[in-house]
């Protein structure tokens, strides 16, 4: 695979629209990935409730790191109590957890309460499902790694579809990240009123035109040239990048944008949404 670090945003995205099959493939085939997905595939057939799960530490990690919750494998103990949590319940924890990879992880793994009755470990499309998010995972972090804004981006594009409202954005910081950047909007609007903060997202965007893949192409061009733009802020004079302000009153609470002309950037027109 050919490393994006050190690239601009733009040219790393053109690398990575043109490779991203290839890559993931030669992912899935490296052997240490690869002895990973047979072990999967070979044991979790075994698994019948949380607890045959959480106690095979290789099938365990295998299934944190797909649902990129690599960072909580510690946490068995917390992740036993999720996954036993009936999501009818209000109070259970895994509707207590604002990070979505939590409930995404629950749902997908399908146990009930008590962690008894799950079926998917014997369903052949299901593992194949789970491995496509392992192989998936390590390919967005990799490219996170190398190149933070291209991370950004490609977690974008797999959450725009699953995003109903404006908070389901405020919970996710790289969704948080990428509206901010896209919009011009400063870093510290993150310390406002979160209905405020979904306000000034409502007024920007339909969401429901989150499903028309032009508009996520737009948003994603719009994304990478005003990142591109403002890393050269500090080395370089750029006409196309105006910083008037982007600050919060202490006193106030007030809130004055940071403004970016972004036409002048990449030369946007017709944009579709607000």
């Known amino acids: 695979m050919?490393?994006?670090?050190?690239?601009?945003?733009s040219?790393?995205?053109?690398?990575?629209?043109?490779?991203?099959?290839?890559?993931?493939?030669?992912?899935?085939?490296?052997?240490?990935?690869?002895?990973?997905?047979?072990?999967?595939?070979?044991?979790?057939?075994?698994?019948?409730?949380?607890?045959?799960?959480?106690?095979?530490?290789?099938l365990y990690s295998f299934?944190?790191?797909?649902?990129?919750?690599?960072?909580q494998i510690f946490g068995k103990a917390m992740m036993e109590k999720l996954l036993e949590s009936d999501i009818n319940d209000s109070s259970a924890l895994?509707?207590?957890?604002?990070?979505?990879?939590?409930?995404d992880f629950h749902n997908a793994m399908g146990?009930?309460?008590?962690?008894?009755?799950?079926?998917?470990?014997?369903?052949?499309?299901?593992?194949?499902?789970?491995?496509?998010?392992?192989v998936d995972t390590q390919y967005v972090n990799g490219k996170g790694d190398e190149n933070e804004a291209i991370g950004t981006v490609l977690e974008f594009r797999r959450k725009a579809g699953s995003i109903n409202s404006a908070y389901d954005i405020l919970r996710d910081s790289d969704l948080s990240e990428f509206f901010r950047t896209a919009f011009g909007l400063p870093e510290a609007l993150a310390g406002i009123d979160?209905?405020?903060?979904?306000a000034i997202i409502?007024?920007?965007?339909?969401?429901?035109?989150?499903?028309?893949?032009?508009?996520?192409?737009?948003l994603v061009r719009r994304y990478v040239a005003i990142s591109d733009a403002t890393s050269d802020i500090a080395t370089s004079s750029n006409a196309a990048?105006?910083?008037?302000?982007?600050?919060?009153?202490?006193?106030?609470?007030?809130?004055?944008?940071?403004?970016?002309?972004?036409?002048?950037?990449?030369?946007?027109?017709?944009?579709?949404?607000r």
């Open 2 to 9: 050919i490393s994006i670090a050190g690239m601009s945003s």
């Open 11 to 58: 040219v790393a995205l053109q690398l990575v629209n043109a490779t991203e099959d290839k890559d993931q493939e030669l992912i899935r085939n490296e052997p240490q990935h690869a002895r990973e997905i047979a072990y999967f595939l070979d044991n979790i057939g075994n698994v019948e409730n949380v607890e045959d799960l959480t106690e095979d530490y290789r």
């Open 63 to 71: 299934v944190m790191k797909a649902y990129d919750l690599e960072d």
């Open 94 to 103: 895994v509707n207590r957890l604002t990070d979505s990879r939590f409930k």
């Open 111 to 134: 146990f009930g309460p008590e962690g008894q009755g799950n079926l998917n470990t014997l369903d052949a499309s299901w593992k194949a499902a789970v491995v496509d998010k392992y």
């Open 194 to 198: 979160i209905d405020r903060q979904a």
């Open 202 to 218: 409502n007024d920007r965007l339909d969401l429901e035109t989150l499903s028309d893949p032009d508009v996520v192409d737009d």
């Open 241 to 273: 990048v105006t910083l008037l302000s982007g600050a919060l009153s202490a006193a106030s609470g007030s809130y004055i944008p940071a403004t970016i002309d972004i036409d002048a950037i990449q030369g946007f027109s017709g944009y579709k949404a």
